[in-house]
């Protein structure tokens, strides 16, 4: 299974009518976002590397034709560029649902702390995380500045677990 399966196995854990905007930050393959948007039904902002070897701007154009409300962002967002300012020059709407999937680690971490104030909007986010270095407990504590909380994480392979946090009423914000 991918990332983007095990993305979509979260499916019932969410409130999918709460979903209206997602922002998927990721490094796999083209076809994977639109499959997200597809199962969630909702607008996607897909932030990519602009290394994908199986697509070109001309192939999304394409195979997208049919499909409405998804956005390609060829951008290393976690190197590159800051989402909160990005987003909020381009965008500009409230984003409900954050999919990273970088490295599990670092990375992750520095794209989330990179949305700011956005966050506050934010109701969910799904992310990778490493297995080794106590990286959940980091996440744990970036997120919770945000009234995030860990609901629910399994195992993705022996490098990778997925988490999902929920935003949540009963913690303040620090």
């Not at 986010?125 to 995030?148: C, G, H, P, R, W």
Request: proline share 1%.
């Amino acid at each position: 299974m991918n990332d983007c399966g095990a993305y979509l196995g979260f499916l019932n854990r969410v409130q999918k009518h709460e979903i209206d905007v997602i922002l998927q930050v990721y490094v796999g393959s083209a076809k994977h976002p639109i499959e997200i948007r597809n199962g969630f039904d909702s607008r996607v902002v897909c932030f990519h590397s602009d290394s994908w070897r199986d697509s070109s701007e001309n192939h999304f154009d394409i195979v997208l034709r049919p499909y409405e409300n998804i956005r390609f962002v060829a951008a290393d967002i976690a190197d590159d560029v800051r989402v909160e300012n990005w987003w909020l020059e381009n965008e500009g709407v409230d984003i409900d649902m954050v999919l990273i999937g970088i490295d599990g680690g670092e990375k992750n971490i520095s794209t989330l702390m990179g949305m700011g104030n956005l966050l506050d909007k934010v109701e969910y986010i799904l992310t990778t995380i490493k297995v080794s270095e106590n990286m959940y407990q980091k996440f744990n504590e970036l997120l919770l500045k945000y009234n995030f909380e860990g609901t629910d994480i399994e195992s993705f392979n022996s490098r990778y677990n997925i988490a999902l946090f929920r935003k949540s009423k009963r913690i303040k914000k620090h």
